[in-house]
């Protein structure tokens, strides 16, 4: 079978790549999704090169159509993992995940294999071909280490023979990786630091923006908000010691088009960590509808309309 890639796969990956966007989106962290599509004279090499691999083990080529999640900060890609892992039917025995080794200087991958959903499998030939599995591969990164992934796999995975016996060289190369990883890690700490300082100040939005770190359709706390805030400031400390991944999950189950306002993203972390009645005596009457139909249950179903708070 002659294998064509065409418009209509180059539709389906960017249908594929715009579904996970928006579910990356639906949470407000910053991120980048970007999409590649195999041509055909690169899926007829690989074959071609592992036609006896696929036929001994009865595998077949999963990665034609290619995402990669480039999210800033390193403490996101977790949420990102679990995000596809709750959309995509998963298949954990074809993953590529490396484990952190404190005693080499090496890249770690996180390249995970997921099943197409059948409106994608379905709508394009390709699949049909022996060697062809109806699947995608994403590819985690944070935007520190994306750059650093596209050099190697350019200048060193494709030409492997330019780096025969310089072994220290490419141990060099992996220790630019290694830094930064560590610049990953670093940056928290950064916006930790002031998240903690805008707190000593009594800067509340600048303070929950810090901590929180996701797009917000606004730039400040409503003046109600900053009021409560001045006057108890022991709840304003408690921010610095939110649950964050707990936050924004609770907010990717929302509808994705909701507007993200800070004073909005407040009120839910309220409902779902603190319980503060000051807190929650400042809903408008639309928000409190929302959030006492959204979590009412575990279950936390959510209308699917959008809302500007």
Request: proline share 1%.
């Amino acid at each position: 079978m002659k294998i064509e890639m065409g418009p209509t796969e180059e539709r389906l990956i960017q249908s594929l790549a715009n579904d996970i966007s928006d579910l990356l989106n639906s949470t407000g962290i910053f991120n980048r999704v970007f999409q590649r599509l195999k041509s055909s004279s690169s899926i007829e090499k690989k074959i071609n090169n592992k036609k006896n691999q696929y036929d001994n083990n009865k595998k077949k080529m999963q990665d034609i159509f290619g995402i990669r999640v480039t999210v800033y900060f390193a403490d996101d890609e977790e949420l990102a993992i679990n995000l596809l892992k709750n959309k995509y039917i998963e298949l954990p025995d074809d993953h590529s995940i490396d484990k952190f080794d404190d005693d080499r200087f090496g890249p770690t991958r996180c390249n995970m294999i997921f099943r197409l959903p059948n409106v994608y499998s379905e709508s394009s030939q390709v699949f049909n071909h022996t060697y062809i599995d109806n699947t995608f591969e994403v590819q985690f990164r944070t935007v520190f280490s994306e750059g650093w992934h596209e050099i190697e796999h350019d200048l060193r995975y494709k030409c492997k023979g330019d780096w025969v016996a310089e072994n220290g060289l490419s141990r060099q190369l992996n220790r630019q990786f290694a830094v930064l990883q560590s610049c990953d890690w670093t940056l928290l700490k950064v916006f930790d630091e002031l998240a903690y300082k805008k707190y000593k100040n009594s800067e509340w939005s600048s303070l929950f923006r810090n901590v929180v770190r996701i797009r917000f359709s606004n730039t400040d706390f409503s003046s109600e908000v900053k009021d409560y805030l001045n006057t108890n400031r022991k709840m304003a400390k408690n921010l610095l010691k939110i649950d964050r991944i707990k936050l924004l999950s609770s907010l990717s189950q929302l509808t994705l088009k909701i507007q993200f306002s800070m004073d909005l993203v407040l009120f839910v972390l309220n409902r779902i960590h603190f319980q503060n009645e000051g807190i929650k005596s400042l809903e408008s009457e639309i928000v409190r509808q929302i959030l006492d139909n959204s979590f009412s249950d575990e279950k936390r179903i959510f209308e699917q309309k959008t809302y500007i708070m």
